[in-house]
């Protein structure tokens, strides 16, 4: 007795043994995939989910690749997840995000323990450094990033051998400019068509003229108008296609029914033929061997009919199986849209700043004219425009050991000492911002 409790304690001991390693196999995975060190998630911030859940059944970890994936967080600070919907990652950093979307997924399933979830961070928003700097432009941004080396990125201070006062670099940033407002016109006809797809309409109109259009917006919609008709007849050719099997199927089983009723008919035959064999061999009219002959006959009708009933099993098991692809079919369709409407947003909020961005630079090198010359060596002074909440974005007076955020302008101004400068207490100010460590 005490031998055989011995072994069960065994058992159970080395079961949980194994269990803890296997957990331990998928922690060092998913560890692997996010292993930077959390911190807050900004606007247009690019982020990979990844989910694994543990199955008893085949005793190991498996991963949710459809709930899983990259996301970008919207301006609103957002992201939508399959299941979930929206989800506000403001205040949140990966870490608390990845337990909120766990903990949400338990809620909604029903399961029994949470699924193991990480929250990697593949991009945040990029920087920009403008004003007299080398090489003023856009930059990525990663965690700790400090004016100083923003102002590194951006080529140092600006020499005057290397002035943006030629036309050269005018005529270049006007060009930039030009670019930029083609590719806003080009996202914002490329997020009504996804809109329209989204609500399922049958045709998408163009957005009105603006001050963003250019002369190629008519050929920029015509295209999106193909790629629109494109997808929706490939969706209808899909969907005709699951519905003329799912006939078929139909059809199939209602000759198979037919069949079986004929088969019916026949077995009851015979049954009459084998009682009527039966009387005349009991009354010696014919011989015993003429039994044997109808029942091989039944028999055979009747391994018919299991035949059929199988046959019309399968073929409504298909119907089932057509119904579920129809469906899913539209489900999938549906979050893809959802997805790359997303991305198009956050695209198109990017390709706004850096138009307001170059807009600002190329107003300063017309006004500004040539450097200040002084006696004594000239004196940066550093701004940094955040976006707010709302539309509005604060300047804010920065040091070189100030912390920049994703999406920053830092905007970089060459004084002369002996020009008045912004109060002393106001370049003291230092901008604090939570950002991600510099181990990201």
Same mark, same amino acid.
């Given at each position: 007795?005490?031998?055989?409790?011995?072994?069960?304690?065994?058992?159970?001991?080395?079961?949980?043994?194994?269990?803890?390693?296997?957990?331990?196999?998928?922690?060092?995975?998913?560890?692997?995939?996010?292993?930077?060190?959390?911190?807050?998630?900004?606007?247009?911030?690019?982020? +990979?989910?990844?989910?694994?859940?543990?199955?008893?059944?085949?005793?190991?970890?498996?991963?949710?690749?459809?709930?899983?994936?990259?996301?970008?967080?919207?301006?609103?600070?957002?992201?939508?997840?399959?299941?979930?919907?929206?989800?506000?990652?403001?205040?949140?950093?990966?870490?608390?995000?990845?337990?909120?979307?766990?903990?949400?997924?338990?809620?909604?399933?029903?399961?029994?323990?949470?699924?193991?979830?990480?929250?990697?961070?593949?991009?945040?928003?990029?920087?920009?450094?403008?004003?007299?700097?080398?090489?003023?432009?856009?930059?990525?941004?990663?965690?700790?990033?400090?004016?100083?080396?923003?102002?590194?990125?951006?080529?140092?201070?600006?020499?005057?051998?290397?002035?943006?006062?030629?036309?050269?670099?005018?005529?270049?940033?006007?060009?930039?400019?030009?670019?930029?407002?083609?590719?806003?016109?080009?996202?914002?006809?490329?997020?009504?068509?996804?809109?329209?797809?989204?609500?399922?309409?049958?045709?998408?109109?163009?957005?009105?003229?603006?001050?963003?259009?250019?002369?190629?917006?008519?050929?920029?919609?015509?295209?999106?108008?193909?790629?629109?008709?494109?997808?929706?007849?490939?969706?209808?050719?899909?969907?005709?296609?699951?519905?003329? &099997?799912?006939?078929?199927?139909?059809?199939?089983?209602?000759?198979?029914?037919?069949?079986?009723?004929?088969?019916?008919?026949?077995?009851?035959?015979?049954?009459?033929?084998?009682?009527?064999?039966?009387?005349?061999?009991?009354?010696?009219?014919?011989?015993?061997?003429?039994?044997?002959?109808?029942?091989?006959?039944?028999?055979?009708?009747?391994?018919?009919?299991?035949?059929?009933?199988?046959?019309?099993?399968?073929?409504?098991?298909?119907?089932?199986?057509?119904?579920?692809? &129809?469906?899913?079919?539209?489900?999938?369709?549906?979050?893809?849209?959802?997805?790359?409407?997303?991305?198009?947003?956050?695209?198109?909020?990017?390709?706004?700043?850096?138009?307001?961005?170059?807009?600002?630079?190329?107003?300063?090198?017309?006004?500004?004219?040539?450097?200040?010359?002084?006696?004594?060596?000239? +004196?940066?002074?550093?701004?940094?425009?955040?976006?707010?909440?709302?539309?509005?974005?604060?300047?804010?007076?920065?040091?070189?050991?100030?912390?920049?955020?994703?999406?920053?302008?830092?905007?970089?101004?060459?004084?002369?000492?002996?020009?008045?400068?912004?109060?002393?207490?106001?370049?003291?100010?230092?901008?604090?911002?939570?950002?991600?460590?510099?181990?990201?």
């Amino acid at each position: 007795m005490h031998e055989k409790q011995r072994r069960v304690r065994s058992s159970k001991l080395l079961s949980g043994i194994s269990r803890a390693i296997t957990f331990a196999v998928a922690a060092s995975f998913l560890t692997g995939v996010g292993s930077a060190v959390a911190g807050p998630l900004f606007p247009n911030t690019k982020i +990979r989910l990844t989910l694994v859940q543990w199955m008893p059944t085949k005793g190991s970890y498996e991963q949710w690749a459809t709930v899983g994936g990259e996301y970008t967080v919207s301006e609103e600070g957002t992201i939508s997840v399959p299941l979930l919907g929206p989800i506000s990652v403001e205040q949140l950093d990966e870490v608390s995000l990845a337990s909120s979307i766990a903990k949400r997924l338990k809620e909604k399933i029903g399961l029994v323990d949470e699924p193991a979830a990480t929250v990697e961070v593949l991009k945040y928003p990029p920087i920009y450094v403008v004003g007299d700097v080398e090489k003023p432009g856009e930059y990525d941004f990663h965690g700790g990033i400090t004016v100083l080396q923003a102002l590194a990125l951006g080529g140092g201070q600006r020499r005057a051998a290397s002035s943006l006062q030629g036309s050269t670099d005018v005529t270049r940033m006007a060009g930039d400019l030009r670019e930029i407002d083609d590719s806003i016109v080009r996202s914002t006809v490329k997020i009504a068509r996804l809109k329209a797809e989204l609500a399922g309409e049958k045709t998408f109109q163009g957005p009105k003229e603006s001050s963003d259009a250019t002369a190629s917006s008519d050929a920029i919609y015509t295209q999106e108008q193909t790629i629109f008709s494109a997808r929706a007849n490939e969706l209808t050719r899909q969907s005709k296609s699951l519905t003329t &099997l799912r006939d078929l199927l139909s059809e199939e089983i209602k000759v198979l029914e037919e069949k079986t009723t004929s088969t019916d008919l026949n077995i009851a035959s015979v049954q009459q033929q084998l009682d009527s064999t039966i009387a005349l061999i009991e009354k010696g009219a014919i011989v015993a061997t003429r039994q044997a002959e109808v029942e091989r006959v039944m028999r055979g009708y009747q391994n018919d009919r299991l035949d059929l009933t199988v046959a019309i099993m399968r073929a409504r098991q298909s119907i089932s199986q057509t119904t579920r692809d &129809l469906e899913g079919l539209y489900d999938k369709r549906q979050t893809q849209i959802a997805s790359d409407l997303q991305s198009e947003q956050a695209t198109m909020s990017q390709l706004r700043v850096k138009k307001e961005t170059t807009q600002k630079l190329l107003t300063e090198i017309l006004s500004s004219g040539s450097a200040v010359e002084a006696d004594e060596p000239p +004196r940066l002074q550093f701004t940094i425009v955040r976006a707010g909440k709302t539309e509005k974005s604060a300047e804010v007076a920065a040091s070189e050991t100030s912390a920049m955020a994703p999406g920053d302008v830092l905007k970089v101004t060459l004084r002369a000492t002996s020009q008045p400068l912004a109060s002393k207490s106001a370049d003291a100010v230092e901008v604090t911002v939570s950002t991600p460590d510099a181990g990201q």
